[in-house]
T-cell receptor, first 110, second 117 residues
Framework: DAKTTQPPSMDCAEGRAANLPCNHS???????VYWYRQIHSQGPQYIIH???NNETNEMASLIITEDRKSSTLILPHATLRDTAVYYC???????????FGGGTRLMVKP | DAGVTQSPTHLIKTRGQHVTLRCSPI?????VSWYQQVLGQGPQFIFQ???????GRGNFPDRFSARQFPNYSSELNVNALLLGDSALYLC????????????????FGPGTRLTVL
């Protein structure tokens, strides 16, 4: 599975959009981009995943660049409860595991 | 519907002891995977079980073993505990064998915090 690079930490003001970037420049055509988040001492929570089209659900939007070498997770109106570590993961459609990196620690501030 | 459940929540053991952790997947899910998360790091894959068979194993010693039962619940066993086994142990379930099709997703439980003294 391709490696991902994320900034170690980011801040966001409450009520504003949080845009979390992820670089996956070695991604292959059959690899999906997954996003999970982990609130302190809890299990990771699935957010969204996609292949090449932009995706949106009730939690977030996933924007994947046309060359698929990077993506951005967007939380449209961040709240204090969105403070967590966000993991960007690349997985092949036959991959039987999730390989977590260091993630981005997002701090939402009042 | 209940999510993935794990027991116990916390556990304290001493070096050399054995531990058994338990996981119940989301209803209807047939695959269970186990991950270890050491403090300050992301989770690391240990095993995947599907239809009671091991279908993948990470880079963990033979002291780690698991099994899956006919009701799809699972146990993780760790023998001869070391201090370095102190971690949050996470169970994740998926509808089918995770890797069989692209839209499948793993859903994680709250974890079991193991402390080895």
């Amino acid at each position: 599975d391709a490696k991902t690079t994320q900034p170690p930490s980011m801040d966001c003001a409450e009520g504003r959009a949080a845009n979390l970037p992820c670089n996956h420049s070695t991604i292959s055509g059959n690899e999906y981009v997954y996003w999970y988040r982990q609130i302190h001492s809890q299990g990771p929570q699935y957010i969204i995943h996609g292949l090449k089209n932009n995706e949106t659900n009730e939690m977030a939007s996933l924007i994947i660049t046309e060359d698929r070498k990077s993506s951005t997770l967007i939380l449209p109106h961040a709240t204090l409860r969105d403070t967590a570590v966000y993991y960007c993961i690349v997985r092949t459609n036959a991959g039987n595991m999730l390989t977590f990196g260091g993630g981005t620690r997002l701090m939402v501030k009042p | 519907d209940a999510g993935v459940t794990q027991s116990p929540t916390h556990l304290i053991k001493t070096r050399g002891q054995h531990v058994t952790l338990r996981c119940s997947p989301i209803s209807g899910h047939k695959s269970v995977s186990w991950y270890q998360q050491v403090l300050g790091q992301g989770p690391q894959f240990i095993f995947q079980y599907y239809e009671k068979e091991e279908r993948g194993r990470g880079n963990f010693p033979d002291r780690f073993s698991a099994r899956q039962f006919p009701n799809y619940s699972s146990e993780l066993n760790v023998n001869a505990l070391l201090l370095g086994d102190s971690a949050l142990y996470l169970c994740a379930s998926s509808l089918a064998f995770f890797g069989s099709y692209s839209t499948d997703t793993q859903y994680f439980g709250p974890g079991t915090r193991l402390t080895v003294l």
